[in-house]
């Protein structure tokens, strides 16, 4: 299994990590990018999933 990764709101900076999900919005942890609907938004400003990208170490 591969490493869990993060990506970034571009507008906000709210994290999105996968290894911790967002439960309150129904999203378990472990859930991946690609398994995050497409309707989904940032929880703090309401940005799309495509607002987001992904982090690099």
């Given at each position: ?6 990506y970034?709101?571009v507008v906000c900076g ?12 129904g999203?378990?942890?472990?859930t991946?990018?690609e398994?995050?609907?497409e309707d989904?938004?940032c929880p703090d ?5 495509g607002d987001?990208?992904?982090?690099v170490?």
């Amino acid at each position: 299994m591969s490493e869990f990764k993060k990506y970034v709101c571009v507008v906000c900076g709210y994290i999105y990590d996968e290894e911790l999900g967002e439960p309150e919005a129904g999203l378990a942890p472990g859930t991946r990018w690609e398994d995050v609907p497409e309707d989904w938004s940032c929880p703090d400003c309401g940005a799309s999933k495509g607002d987001f990208e992904l982090m690099v170490s």
